[in-house]
C-alpha cells in the first residue's frame, strides 16, 4: 500500500499537470485569436488600398476637368466678390452641371479623393494660394452638396 504522503504528492504532481495543461490551452487560444486578429487586420489594409487604387483610376479616367474649371471659376466669382465688383455668375455656373455629372459618375466613395486631388493639382500649379486656396477647399468639401449628391461634404 502506498503512504499518505505519495499520494498527496501524486494529487499534487497531477493537479500541477492540470493548471499547466489549462496554462498551454489558454496560451494557444490568444495566440490564435492575435493570428486572427493579424490577419483582418492585414486584409482589411489590402481592401482599402484596393478601393484606393479603384478610385484612383476612376479619377484618372474622367479627369474631372469641369469640376476643376468649377472650383476655379466658383472662386475667382468669390474673389471679385469680395472686391465688391458685380460679376455675371454664367461662367460659374457654366461648369457646376457638367461638374455634377462628373461626380456623380465618379461615385460616392470615390468623390472626396477626385475633389482633393484637384485642389492638390492647383495648388501645386500655383493658380491660387493662400486664402484663395483655402476658399476654394471650403468649395470643393462642399461641392457634393451643391451637386445634390452623397456625402454631402468631404474631409481633407
Not at 85 to 99: A, R, Y
Not at 116 to 129: A, D, F, H, K, T
Amino acid at each position: 500500500m502506498q503512504s499518505p504522503n505519495h499520494l498527496i504528492s501524486t494529487r499534487q504532481h497531477h493537479h500541477t499537470d492540470i493548471q499547466s495543461r489549462k496554462t498551454m490551452a489558454r496560451i494557444a487560444v490568444i495566440a490564435t485569436l492575435f493570428a486572427t486578429l493579424l490577419l483582418i487586420t492585414a486584409v482589411s489594409a489590402i481592401n482599402d488600398n484596393s478601393k484606393q487604387a479603384k478610385c484612383r483610376k476612376q479619377i484618372k479616367r474622367l479627369k474631372l476637368t469641369h469640376c476643376e474649371q468649377y472650383l476655379i471659376d466658383h472662386e475667382m466669382v468669390a474673389l471679385l466678390r469680395r472686391q465688391l465688383l458685380m460679376v455675371n455668375q454664367e461662367e460659374e455656373e457654366e461648369h457646376l452641371k457638367p461638374c455634377c455629372d462628373e461626380m456623380e459618375k465618379l461615385g460616392s466613395k470615390c468623390r472626396c479623393m477626385g475633389l482633393e486631388q484637384i485642389v492638390g493639382q492647383l495648388r501645386e500649379r500655383g493658380e491660387m494660394q493662400g486664402e484663395e486656396v483655402e476658399d476654394m477647399e471650403d468649395s470643393a468639401r462642399h461641392l457634393p452638396s451643391d451637386c445634390d449628391l452623397e456625402p454631402k461634404t468631404c474631409q481633407f
